[in-house]
C-alpha cells in the first residue's frame, strides 16, 4: 500500500514539473471549456481577476460562443445597463456566439446583436422592449434561429413575429407566452375574450418546421388551432394554458392528445383544483 502512494505522490511531482503545466500556462481553448460552465458573471468579477492569461482568455471569444445572463438581467432590471452588457459580450464573441439568452432587452442591442449574429441559433430574450420596427429590418439577418422565445414581448405583434417567421426558416422551437389577462377564466363576449387568430394563422403559415411550440394565454380560437395542427406536421410538443377562446370541436381535443407532450388551456388549473380538494380532505381527517 505504501509502495503505491509513494508512486502516485512521484507522479504528481513530475506533471508539476511539466513545461505549461501550471493553470495559467494553459491553452485559451482548454481554459474557455471550464470556464463556460460558471456563470457569466462569475467569469467576469472572479476569474477575470486571477491572473492575466485568464483575464484575456475571458476576454476573448473562447468564453462567449454561448452569452446567457437572464439571471443577471433579472437581478440588474435596468434596460439601459443590460444592452450594454450584452453589447459588450457580443462584441468579445466576435460574431461566435450561438445563443444569447437575456431579460428585457432593448432595440439598440437587438440592432447589434443582430448586426453580429450569423451564427446564432438560439435566441431567448423574453420580456424585452424590442419593438416591431426593429425585428422587420434585421430578422433577415439572424437566418439560423431555430430556438426563439419571446415571451411576453408586448411590443412585438403579429407583424414582428411574421418577420421571424419569414426570415428563419430553421426554426422548431418557439414560445409566444403571453400575460394572463386574469387569474379567473374570463366571461364569454367581454374584452379578453375576443378571438384572434392573427398570430396562430402566421406561425401556422411561416413556421411549418415547429417541433415544440408554447402560446399560453393565446388569444386564438379554434380556426387557429386548426392551422397550427394542419401546416406544422412535424409539432410535438404544444402548450396552449390559458387559451380560454378555444373550445377544441371537430376532433381538435383528439387531435391535440395524439402529440407526445400536450397541455391543454385548463390542465394546471384542474390539477391545481383537484390538489387542493385533496389536501383539504387530508388537513380536516389528521384535524380530526
Same mark, same amino acid.
Given at each position: ?11 504528481? *511531482? ?55 445572463? *437572464? ?175 378555444? *373550445? ?41
Amino acid at each position: 500500500m505504501s509502495g503505491s502512494i509513494n508512486k502516485r505522490v512521484r507522479c504528481i *511531482e513530475v506533471d508539476e514539473e511539466v513545461e505549461g503545466g501550471r493553470w495559467e500556462g494553459l491553452n485559451p481553448e482548454v481554459l474557455a471549456v471550464i470556464f463556460v460552465r460558471l456563470p457569466a458573471e462569475e467569469r467576469l468579477r472572479t476569474v477575470a481577476l486571477v491572473c492575466k492569461s485568464w483575464l484575456e482568455t475571458v476576454a476573448g471569444p473562447y468564453c462567449w460562443t454561448e452569452i446567457d445572463i *437572464e439571471q443577471w438581467c433579472r437581478r440588474c432590471n435596468r434596460l439601459e445597463i443590460i444592452d450594454l452588457a450584452v453589447r459588450k459580450l457580443v462584441r468579445r464573441s466576435k460574431g461566435t456566439f450561438r445563443l444569447l439568452s437575456a431579460y428585457k432587452l432593448g432595440d439598440g442591442a437587438f440592432f447589434f446583436l443582430a448586426n453580429c449574429g450569423k451564427s446564432l441559433k438560439v435566441l431567448q430574450i423574453p420580456m424585452s422592449e424590442v419593438t416591431d420596427k426593429m425585428v422587420q429590418k434585421h430578422a433577415e439577418s439572424l437566418p439560423n434561429i431555430s430556438v426563439l422565445d419571446i415571451s411576453y414581448c408586448l411590443k412585438i405583434t403579429s407583424k414582428g413575429l411574421e418577420s421571424f417567421g419569414k426570415q428563419c426558416k430553421f426554426l422548431t422551437h418557439l414560445k409566444r407566452n403571453m400575460p394572463p389577462p386574469e387569474w379567473e377564466r374570463p366571461a364569454p363576449g367581454s374584452a379578453s375574450s375576443r378571438v384572434d387568430d392573427t398570430e396562430a394563422m402566421i406561425i401556422a403559415d411561416t413556421m411549418t418546421g415547429l417541433h415544440q411550440l408554447e402560446l399560453c394565454f393565446g388569444r386564438f380560437g379554434d380556426r387557429g388551432l386548426h392551422a397550427l395542427l394542419t401546416h406544422c406536421e412535424k409539432l410535438s410538443h404544444l402548450d396552449i394554458q390559458g387559451c380560454w377562446n378555444l *373550445e377544441l370541436e371537430g376532433g381538435l381535443e383528439e387531435k391535440c392528445e395524439q402529440l407526445a407532450v400536450y397541455r391543454s388551456p385548463w390542465l394546471d388549473y384542474d390539477e391545481d383544483a383537484v390538489h387542493s380538494d385533496s389536501s383539504d380532505e387530508s388537513s380536516s381527517d389528521s384535524i380530526s
